[in-house]
């Protein structure tokens, strides 16, 4: 399931697709007093076993194609490693409508399909980093 979390009035999208359960989270960019359209998402994929350099392959490649759909923004996507393993990206979609249409782009869920093989989505609620007030990680 992946889980919205408004920033343009009150837009929530959530879904389901297969068996495979997302938790991705989206925040409003404040850089421009909140008026910025963007999302900044912050996706955390925890690898399966042996699948480590095969997910850090993936994580570092899949954002050119998202661009060239016109879903996300040139940001620089912050990447970093929790102590269990787990990747954590934040990176921008262009708006909400980018998000919504994202379920629906065959390149989108190509990609998804490969995050599958390698990860499992994580809630960053979950990630004990997150339970603490000024948590640090590794750079990716």
């Known amino acids: 399931m992946i889980a919205c979390i408004p920033v343009v009035g009150d837009v929530k999208a959530t879904f389901e697709r297969g068996k495979i359960a997302r938790n991705v989270y989206f925040v409003a960019d404040i850089a421009n007093g909140g008026s910025h359209m963007g999302s900044i998402a912050v996706a955390c994929y ?4 042996g699948c480590d350099a095969a ?3 993936l994580v570092r ?3 050119p194609p998202l661009r060239t759909e016109g879903l996300i923004t040139e940001r620089t996507p912050i990447v970093m490693r929790t102590a269990d393993g787990t990747i954590v990206e934040i990176f921008e979609w262009v708006s909400t409508n980018a998000i919504a249409g994202a379920h629906d782009n065959a390149i989108v869920l190509d ?3 490969r995050f599958e093989a390698v990860c499992w989505y994580e809630a960053p609620s979950n990630l004990p980093e997150f339970q603490n007030m000024f948590q640090h990680f590794e750079a990716v």
Request: hydrophobic share 40%; no cysteine; proline share 15%.
């Open 55 to 57: 997910l850090i392959d």
């Open 61 to 63: 490649n899949h954002l």
């Open 46 to 49: 925890k690898p399966k076993p």
């Open 111 to 113: 990609l998804w399909k």
